[in-house]
Structure formats: C-alpha cells, structure tokens
C-alpha cells in the first residue's frame, strides 16, 4: 500500500506542477481558468486519496467543500468572464 501511495503522490505532484506553470504561462485568462479548476481537482483527489491511504473519512467534507466551490466559481466565470482581446 505504501508503494501505490507514493506512485500516487508523485502522479499527483507532477500534474500540479504542470498545472501550475499552465495557470502562469496560459496565454489567455480562459486557459489560466481551467487550469485553475483543475489545480482544485488535483487537490480533492490528493485528499480523496489520503482518506483512502489513511481510512480517516473526517476529509469528505472538505472534498464536498472543494467540489461545490470549484462549481460555483466555475459557473462564475463562465457568466461574466470578459474577452481577452477587448480589454
């Protein structure tokens, strides 16, 4: 178990990294966005995969948290996101 742990972190960690230098050179703010809701997938299933690892289910509900917030904002932005190019 602590080898699939440490597979999965190190997945984990590598995608966050590339995330994260999508979110700093994205070339629009659309692409910096999505990347944004994907760095906050990242972290659910970082936390999703602790709950496994540990068998401590008291994170569910900052998973829970993390999902309705990165729905809310998502949405968010898709209504009043603004164009790039008309700035």
């Known amino acids: 178990m602590t080898i699939m742990w440490t597979v999965v972190t190190v997945l984990l960690l590598t995608s966050a990294v ?3 230098a999508r ?3 994205g070339p629009t703010s659309l692409d910096r966005v999505v990347a944004l809701d994907v760095l906050v997938a990242l972290c659910m299933c970082g936390l999703a995969a602790w ?3 540990s068998g401590d289910s008291t994170v569910i509900p900052a998973i829970v ?6 729905f809310i904002g998502s949405i968010s932005i898709a209504r009043f996101r603004v164009r790039d190019d008309q700035s």
């Open 18 to 20: 590339l995330t994260t």
């Open 23 to 25: 979110i700093l050179l």
């Open 51 to 53: 709950a496994a690892y």
């Open 65 to 70: 948290a993390l999902s309705l917030l990165s």
